[in-house]
């Protein structure tokens, strides 16, 4: 599990397709206390650790994996948001993150506002149920504030702080995003559906 608070910005090292896809990916993180088999979120996806040196570490992705995210658009010198998996006790100071990315989406807008950002992403139909005003939803892994839906969109905005400490700096129109849905939100759509065939 995660927050959806990145406390990274890696680098892509290096990419080999043999099989699974083995991405090495540069941190700042101290790697002495990375496990070999720990999960790490790295721009939405929940990714585990194969292999680490002193300044970088590697996890594998699936075709499966490759196909529902954009990581396959990854390359060398890709920019990637990370986050190390919650231990007990850590503060939670996002929201309850999966890293199971629910689907790719597409900016559409860019606005700047004072000194914050509004971004106008695309919804798709499957999960506009799932995303609502004040609720949370997480993007390339950070945990966002939803500020307005419609019927094919919804808005974000992000703070400088935000901007300047993750991959959301270099954003640009047209470009995909991991997407993952308020786990809350599913289960009480979950609930909802079973309450609905009951009645």
């Known amino acids: 599990m995660f ?5 990274d910005v890696g680098e892509i090292a290096s990419i080999e397709k043999s099989g699974d896809t ?4 540069k941190t700042a993180f101290d790697t002495s206390d990375i496990d070999i088999g720990a999960s ?5 996806p929940c990714l585990t ?5 002193e300044d970088w570490f590697a996890v594998e992705a699936s075709d499966e994996t490759l196909s529902c995210t ?4 990854w390359e060398v010198g890709t920019m990637v948001n990370l986050e190390r998996a919650l231990k007990l006790g850590d503060e939670l100071g996002g929201h309850v993150v999966t890293g199971h990315v629910d689907a790719v989406i597409v900016l ?9 950002t509004k971004l106008t992403l695309s919804l798709p139909d499957d999960y506009a149920g799932f995303v609502a005003a004040k609720g949370s939803i997480t993007l390339n892994g950070i945990s ?3 500020n307005e839906v419609g019927l094919d969109f919804f808005s974000v905005n992000i703070i400088s702080h935000t901007k300047a400490h993750t991959t959301f700096r270099t954003l640009k129109i047209g470009q995909r995003i991991n997407f993952e849905i308020d786990v809350l939100a599913r ?3 979950r609930m909802t559906e079973v309450n609905n065939k009951n009645d």
């Open 3 to 7: 927050t959806g608070i990145i406390t």
């Open 70 to 73: 954009n990581l396959n658009e």
């Open 49 to 53: 650790v194969v292999d680490k040196g």
């Open 108 to 116: 559409k807008n860019l606005e700047e506002i004072n000194d914050s």
């Open 144 to 146: 966002l504030t939803v």
């Open 22 to 25: 083995k991405i090495k990916i």
């Open 187 to 189: 289960y009480v759509a």
């Open 40 to 44: 790490i979120a790295c721009s939405g």
